[in-house]
Every structure is written in C-alpha cells, then in structure tokens.
C-alpha cells in the first residue's frame, strides 16, 4: 500500500473503491473528494510555489476517479476556485465542485467572518464567475456570522438558490442545534466540521448527519500529518497493514460512517496517488475498533 507504482498506472476505478454517496439525492460522488486549500500559496494566501504543479495535481485527482472537489472563495483569495476552472474547465460531466463564502481575508492566516447578504451574493457571483459557472452544485455557508442572523444568512443562499445559481447548500464548522434551526429555513445537504481519527469532537453532529442522510464532510481529515508520532495506535495498524499513517487515517474515516465524504488535500501528486490509495485499504473490524478506543474523543 505504500508503494504508489500501482496507483500511478490506475485510472478513474481507483478511487471509486471508497464507494459513493448521494448528496441532496442526486449527486452521485466518490466518496473520497479533495480538498483544494493547500494549491494556494503560504498561510492560504497568493499564488501557490508551483501553480502547474498545481494543475497537476487536480487533473491527477479526476484520473484516479474523484469527482468531488471542495474550495471556497477565501482560499487565496480567489486562487484556488481559479486554479480550478484552468485545470479542470470544460468540466467533466460527473464532477461536483463544492465552494464556499461567508470569510474576508485580510491576509495570510487570517479569516474574518462576514455573513451580510450582500456579501454572501458577491462571494456567491465571484465564484459563479471564476469556476466558470451557471450553478454551484453544493454552496456551502463557511461560517454562521454570530454577527448577523442566522436567518439573513441562509434567507440570503436560499434566494440564490431560488435563482438558480446555487443547487443545494451546506454548513460548516455548526453544532446540532445549528444544523436543526438552519433546516427550519432551508434543506441543508452537507456539513462540514474538523474530524478526523485523533480529532472527533463533532461524534454527535456526525451521528445526527447520519439520522438525516446529510453527508459530513472532516476537514483536517489528516490532522495535518500529525497522526504518526511515537508508538502510536496508528503506526502499529499502518505498519501491519504495509500502509502509512494517512492512509490508515483515511480508511478508517471511510469505515467510520456511510455519510463521510473525506476531501484530503494536498500540493503533492506523490501525496495525492498516497491518499488515494487508501480508498482500496480494507482494516478489519477489530483494528478499527483499536483506533476509536485508542484516540478517543477530543
């Protein structure tokens, strides 16, 4: 599993072994998608060291089958959605790009919530007009302003949506009680929350996901590569398995839930045929049930 030769020779079945999810009941994606922040430059800002390489990547992505990939306006700003449509434009029929609005950049590293209607119609717009677009498949809302009524917010995306320029919408970063008001205003289709092996402090927005059929999206599904320290759990699984740590992390993500739309990211396409991999990892009941004692809830 670590080798990648393999993976470089395959095409679109491979990453088709994670299986598939129905968002919003008629888009059909590979439950493995990939999550485009990290083909910006430092700090999620400007230009990324190597844009072709870039390029690379996302073309490499839908060769080995990925047909869901999640952005946002803010990562860059701009950049990434960008990036994208000059990779991937004219889109492939079965491809999902998810994007999202409702930060400013400032600069690099910094976010600052911004969820007035108008900015949430000029983020949607802006997007429509980099990825080369009529409609926006899954829009999801980054954040819920605490400054700014939930209900302007979603009122906001449920009013492009009305118009056609948004499909389905979803949330990120929100805990049950959010999720269950938003649905009070509009359908909600996704969420998107930190999670991952050594990070579940979202298990019980997962479980009520699951009840409803929302697909759940983890961000920071690889904790940034900090899975493997020391003797930990899963490097004894990895090593076991002949696989690394990511991908150990990734296949029990996959394990962990019917609704888990992992989006790894990566600059990398040595990482990227890596992660991928790990949609052909099966770990057997007993270690997946080692991993969760073992990392517990955070």
Known sequence: MKDNASTK?????????????????DLRVTRLGFGSMRI????????PADRAGAIRVLRRAVE????????????????????????????????????????????????????????LRAACE?????????RIDLYQLHRIDPKVPAEDQL????????????????????????IQHAQKLVSI??????????????????????KQNIGFIPWFPLAAGKLSGGDSPIRRVAGQLNATPSQVAL????????????????SSV??????????????DENKLQELSRAAGAK
């Open 9 to 25: 020779n395959q095409g679109h079945e491979l990453a088709g072994k994670a299986g598939e999810f129905l968002i919003g009941n």
């Open 40 to 47: 910006t430059g430092q700090g999620i800002w400007g230009e």
């Open 64 to 119: 080995l089958g990925i047909n869901f990939i999640d952005t946002a306006d803010s990562y860059g700003p701009s950049v990434s959605e960008e990036i994208i449509a000059e990779a991937l434009h004219p889109y492939p029929a079965n491809l999902v790009i998810a994007t999202k609005g409702g930060f400013e950049r400032p600069g690099p590293n910094r976010w600052t919530e911004n969820g007035k209607p108008e900015h």
């Open 126 to 134: 802006g997007s429509l007009r980099r990825l080369r677009l009529e």
């Open 155 to 178: 009122g906001a995306l449920k009013v492009l949506q009305a118009e056609g320029k948004i499909r389905h919408i979803g949330l990120s970063e929100v805990r049950v009680k959010q």
């Open 189 to 210: 289709v996704s969420v998107q929350n930190r999670y991952s092996v050594t990070d579940r402090g979202s298990e019980d927005v997962l479980a009520y996901c699951e």
């Open 251 to 266: 296949a029990w993500l996959l394990a962990r839930s019917p609704v888990m739309l992992p989006i790894p990211g990566t």
């Open 270 to 283: 040595e990482h990227l045929e890596e992660n991928v991999a790990a949609a052909g990892l099966k770990i």
